[in-house]
């Protein structure tokens, strides 16, 4: 009996030759089509690598001239800023010391490198709306009156309205502290009588920088306090002070960063800034570098 092998019929020789001739041909043009197709690939990565670097060039320039334009309304906001303080008992180097009190703040409540950033340009401006406020009421040396409380409650609303509808990330920041630094947790504080988290995280952490520089500073009611005793006030509380005022994360992050609450003070003092212009362009009040 034959076996499968044997049964198989052979090829002819030149039969064979051709096929492989064919297959030869076939691969040959299989290779090509790859080359073909490897050198269509790389021209196309290149021209993507070309229009990626096109991309970055004009990604750069937006950023710059976006850099531009954001400076350019903070100089005007600071601009107002530097005529309305000229009216007030508040420095400029309290607006500076505000913007580096509250980037610690920031920065130990973990918040992220841009949100520290807007916290740290925006705290300056928390009482633009004083400039509205009349001179009889801002400068007023003994108590208010229901009425002139009134109107010097209305610098939080008046600032944030003068900053609405801004595009800038900075200036709405900005908004949302003149809006809210007068907040207080525990819902007792103006404008809007809000409570806990309804007040915007950047107003709970002005709201402490602030209280911090007024106790630490002289004003017509009171002498200037240590830094032990406005620690005290602000952690324990003083009849007027108390920590439910403050927000509890908050007040946390101040008692473990109030040491560089102190060297800020001394080294921002009013008197150096308006010997040394120290600080961020402190003596026109108008930065000297952009946001980034
Ligand atoms: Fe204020
Ligand atoms: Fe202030």
Redesign the pocket.
């Known amino acids: 009996m034959a076996t499968a092998a044997q049964s198989k019929p052979s090829i002819p020789p030149e039969q064979a030759d051709a096929q492989l001739a064919m297959f030869a041909r076939d691969f040959r043009k299989m290779v090509d089509r790859e080359r073909l197709q490897a050198r269509e690939l790389e021209a196309a990565n290149r021209q993507l690598q070309e229009y990626a670097r096109d991309l970055n060039r004009a990604y750069q320039e937006e950023r710059k001239r976006n850099r531009q334009l954001e400076k350019a309304r903070l100089d005007t906001v600071f601009m107002l800023i530097s005529a309305g303080r000229l009216r007030d008992e ?1 420095t400029g180097a ?2 500076w010391r ?1 913007g580096e009190y509250s980037k610690q703040l920031a920065l130990e409540l973990g918040l992220d490198r841009e949100e520290v950033d807007r916290i740290y340009w925006a705290a300056p401006l ?2 633009l709306g004083k400039i509205g406020v009349p001179d009889s009421v801002l400068l007023k040396k003994g108590k208010l009156t229901k009425e002139e409380w009134v109107l010097m409650q209305h610098h939080t609303t008046l600032g944030a309205q003068l900053m609405e509808g801004s595009t800038s990330p900075y200036l709405e920041t900005a908004r949302l502290i003149a809006l809210s630094h007068h907040e207080r947790w525990d819902g007792s504080g103006y404008p809007q009588g809000l409570c806990g988290e309804e007040i915007p995280l950047p107003g709970r952490i002005v709201m402490v920088a ?1 209280q911090y ?2 106790l630490r500073s002289e004003r017509p009611y009171k002498p200037p306090f240590s830094h032990r005793k406005t620690c005290a006030i602000i952690l324990e509380g003083d009849g007027r002070s108390r920590p439910e005022h403050i927000a509890p994360q908050v007040l946390e992050a101040f008692r473990k960063t109030h040491s560089e609450f102190d060297r800020i003070f001394q080294e921002f003092s009013d008197e150096k800034v308006s010997q040394e212009g120290k600080g961020r362009g402190a003596g026109s009040l108008v930065p000297s570098q952009p946001p980034a």
Do not use: I
Request: charged share 45%.
């Open positions: 508040e309290h607006m505000l928390h009482d602030d520089d007024a």
